[in-house]
């Protein structure tokens, strides 16, 4: 179907064009070259993350092993299995007076009863829906231990398919002694098949008791950081070239109550010191990825930060009202901001540095909590100038943003929020059009249009491109905009909210349509917009049309079931030839899709058109997104 596309001649847009024109339909897009309408920013587009849909665990976040410090739910033993082989007999529960931190102070007690080397007994780690192994590929991992005996006891690790039971990859530490240590392995997969119906085996072959806390197993990562993110998921963003990242949410940021809050003193440092906790999103987050991860994943995709503090206010209500009890929260935000930007001669700059990390990173955004108009006792005016002026006198070039309009202060930014259904976002296309702009910018700091599940649909990707048209058309005031959610482990069970940009199990990670939607727009965005007009198109047509000094990006959006010709006008382009890439994402309904198992039937399609002189025939295929993109002589 995509390849038809390519194939479409001169002879037949005009054909088509020239039909148009008989039955009276003849539509027009006039984009003047010579005339510069307003800037674009180019931090448009960008990403909103959080911990939901197992984002992170289970997700970006390499870690293999579920439940690696025994804390996911009041049993501890989560996602662990008892191995007893053969004739062997052992037990496992959690024990609450034995773990090697003051964050972790609990652990997994496995108490071997019998066991020999031809009856081994231990544990079994289910992994987030499996554990993906790949062909001749490196493991590292580590785990603390201690055991009842000074003597060594060797502790056999094991990748083992969960079918064929055949090892995938396997080796051994020695645990020796009744005190904690870290003892750190590496396995290699050999030449096996890439699946993800595997498991890792912890198993020892004698009788005697081993506590366990904060077994861990990576795969290699994104340019090879320890304690890092998937390669694949990591590759799919990179195609998006995303300005910035707006991190830890979301309601992950505020927390079901302000103890669940993401408190981000708890998430630095070595994994061992940080004691986890249970999120919104109902399951609990390792909290590997911490502050310092967020901000080095930035640096990995050259984003800048937009980092959200928490502002005092928890999604059950819970608040600290603005004055003295919410000064210890404008403190924490403050030591936050140091810690991501203070050299080493200061007291979190210095923490940053011990963590690995001894250059500061650039922070030009802060917003101040999210979604603050959930707050029923309306404090949020209160809260926010409290934060913004504490920022603003430390911190004078940071853009302080204001999670909903606020009243009292004036901030540099107003987030807004949109989840809608297609014809709502096809509505809210226009929403900028007639901002003032004279008042502060704006962040569209979450939206999507929802319809299909767990990702978008083509209709969707539609209703997305539509709001995205109006989104470049008003980029002098919309600053910012980042899609949400990112993320959604499509396992069942995976997912507490859809629709989501890009899906993954263990192993493969897909786009949806609507990914491939913001990947094509992102990819040419221009430095500003053009002056243009439109006339005869039906209502489900949209465009944008910017340039930079090189280019010329011709956004075309056409939501409507049949093709939408049209003469576009390129008054200043010239009359020597010209040829325009034309990216072109298109299905045959709006429910058409990409899954994790089959992940590709809608995907852009690139083709070239050639432009003689400044007026193009051109047509527009009926569902269609496409970018054309000019080169300027
Ligand atoms: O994106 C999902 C949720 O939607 C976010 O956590 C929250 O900010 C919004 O309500």
Redesign the pocket.
Known sequence: MFHRINRISTVSLVAAFSASILHGQASTLNIDINRPKAAVSPTLYGL?T?E?NYSYDGGLYAELVRNRTFRSDWTGILNWFLIEKGSASARVAVDNREGPSTALRTSARLQVTKADAGNPAGLLNEGYWGIAVRPNTQYKGSLFAKSDSAGPLPVKLALVSDQSGQVLGQTSVSVSGTDWREYKFEMRAGNVKASSENHLELTIDRPATLWLQLVSLFPPTYHDRPNGNRIDIMEKLAAMHPSFLRFP?????EGGRISERFDWKKMIGPLVDRPTHPT??SYHSTDGMGLLEFLEWCEDLRMQPLLGVFAGYALNGELAKPGPDLEPYVQEALEEIEYVTGGAETKWGALRVRDGHPAPFALRYVEVG??DSFDRQRTYDGRFAQFYNAIKAKYPNIQVIASFPVKGTTPDVVDD?Y?KREQGMFEEAGHYDKTDRNGPKIFV??W?TREGSPTPNFGAALGDAAFMTGLERNSDVVMMAAY??LFVNVNPGGMQ?SSDLIGYDALNSYGSPSYYAQVMFSSCLGDHTLDSSVSGTGDKFFYSATTSSKILCVKLVNAASVEQPITINLTGLGNAGHSAHVETLRAATTWATNTIADPKPVVPVRSTVSIKGERMPYTVPAYSIQVLEIELK
Request: hydrophobic share 35%; no cysteine.
């Open positions: 909103m959080e939901i949410g979301g309601n992950y940021l919104t999103w999210n979604e929020h989840y700091g979450e999507a949400a959610p909210w």
